[in-house]
Antibody, heavy 122, light 111 residues
């Protein structure tokens, strides 16, 4: 079955780094663009970044630009989010999500993972 | 402050109908498809409506979407207790580069 499973979350101090992973299964991962979306405790959804199916195109939210890097390894069916210079305000559940159309970037998210919690505190 | 404006909450009795509005601008809703996502308590979001008014496989026809100009609406008929959740609209925005924007979410309460 189509599935996304995030991992790599945890507690980290401000200024440190963390790398999240999202393992995909049940579909042709290399054919779909992928997103990261986060949700701070008790807050709404915030889009973080998107990467095209081939990894050539990447877009970021202003709040993370220059600090976070989205990447993918299609041979491993895995999406990544490298988070550097972490801030307290980056504390959130991080979800990976699939774009619902083969080859497209600017469309809806049809499959979501269960999320991984990142806590930034001193 | 979200780019897309949703009411914080709506409520109705079981079996009734509710609508949730999502107001934006020409840089987002006015020129892009709108999606709606349902988030049940403690779970990940789930796609409810895409391309303004299309339902993914498995989503009952009690849920409907529409768009007019720079606003979109989600409708839920035959409200059930299992529909209690947060609902988010979302779309692409081109005003400051290319980015995806969500509304702040609307809490649906079944009385």
């Amino acid at each position: 079955q189509v599935q996304l499973v995030e991992s790599g979350g945890g507690v980290v101090q401000p200024g440190r780094s963390l790398r999240l992973s999202c393992a995909a299964s049940g579909f042709s991962f290399s054919s779909y663009a992928m997103h990261w979306v986060r949700q701070a405790p008790g807050k709404g959804l915030e889009w973080v970044a998107v990467i095209s199916y081939d990894g050539r195109n990447k877009y970021y939210a202003e709040s993370v630009k220059g600090r976070f890097t989205i990447s993918r390894d299609n041979s491993k069916n895995t999406l990544y989010l490298q988070m550097n210079s972490l801030r307290v305000e980056d504390t959130a559940v991080y979800y990976c999500a699939r774009v619902g159309f083969v080859g497209a970037i600017f469309r809806t998210f049809d499959i979501w993972g269960q999320g991984t919690m990142v806590t930034v505190c001193s | 402050q979200s780019v897309l404006t949703q009411p914080p909450s709506v409520s109705a009795a079981p079996g009734q109908r509710v609508t949730i509005s999502c107001s934006g601008s020409s840089s987002n809703i006015g020129n892009n498809y709108v999606s709606w996502y349902q988030q049940l308590p403690g779970t990940a979001p789930k796609l409810l409506i895409f391309d303004n008014n299309k339902r993914p496989s498995g989503i009952p026809d009690r849920f409907s979407g529409s768009k007019s100009g720079t606003s979109a609406t989600l409708g839920i008929t035959g409200l059930q207790t299992g529909d209690e959740a947060d609902y988010y609209c979302g779309t692409w925005d081109s005003s400051l580069g290319l980015l995806y924007v969500f509304g702040a979410g609307t809490k649906v309460t079944v009385l």
